[in-house]
Nanobody
């Protein structure tokens, strides 16, 4: 069974940066579009950044210009560099193979919590 393990979250002041990592137990990322989703308190989990197997990226308007997604297929790992963090970026962040804006292709991992203090 595929496992997704996210890490790198924490508490940061507004304007700060964090780098998230997501490791998969199998080579599920290699040819698939992979994304980072987030779930803020009281809200639905939604996709904020994605990267295709060819390396094309896409971002939600709310994070465009501040977040950068990248991947290392050899390590079955996806990263999310988050700069200029805002209070509204506070959420639990998850990675997964992208099925839609709200759905992932595998069971969700435990996520990594990002808390931005204003």
């Amino acid at each position: 069974q595929v496992q997704l393990v996210e890490s790198g979250g924490g508490l940061v002041q507004a304007g700060g940066s964090l780098r998230l990592s997501c490791a998969a137990s199998g080579s599920i990322f290699r040819f698939n579009t992979v994304g980072w989703y987030r779930q803020a308190p009281g809200k639905q989990r939604e996709l904020v950044a994605s990267i295709t197997g060819a390396g094309s990226t896409n971002y939600a308007d709310s994070v465009k210009g501040r977040f950068t997604i990248s991947r290392d297929n050899a390590k079955n790992t996806v990263y999310l560099q988050m700069n200029s963090l805002k209070f509204e970026d506070t959420a639990v962040y998850y990675c997964n193979v992208v099925l839609s804006k709200y759905l992932g292709g595998y069971d969700w991992g435990q996520g990594t919590r990002v808390t931005v203090s204003s």
